[in-house]
């Protein structure tokens, strides 16, 4: 981190990461900030959690990130507060 400087315009750069300028990302960056723990693990690749999204396999915060984008597209509201109560 010490090397890069971040923005919401790099945060927004990654595949993972909501690029519109609306509350759908506040809402988005909401949820995953209320979810969002410890994703360290000593367990090889092969071993920790993975969500599978886009032909590809996530772990660690990622995961997380692909988890609610996936739900989203398969028209989830996991980012709104009326799917939570």
Request: proline share 5%.
């Amino acid at each position: 981190m010490q090397h890069k400087s971040y923005s919401p315009a790099t945060w927004s750069q990654h595949e993972l990461h909501p690029k519109a300028k609306d509350e759908s990302t506040l809402a988005f960056i909401f949820t995953m900030d209320l979810l969002n723990f410890s994703f360290w693990s000593e367990l090889p690749e092969d071993e920790r959690f993975a969500i599978e999204y886009r032909g590809r396999k996530w772990t660690g915060y990622w995961s997380l990130v692909a988890a609610l984008q996936r739900a989203l597209e398969e028209g989830i509201p996991i980012t709104t507060s009326d799917y939570w109560q």
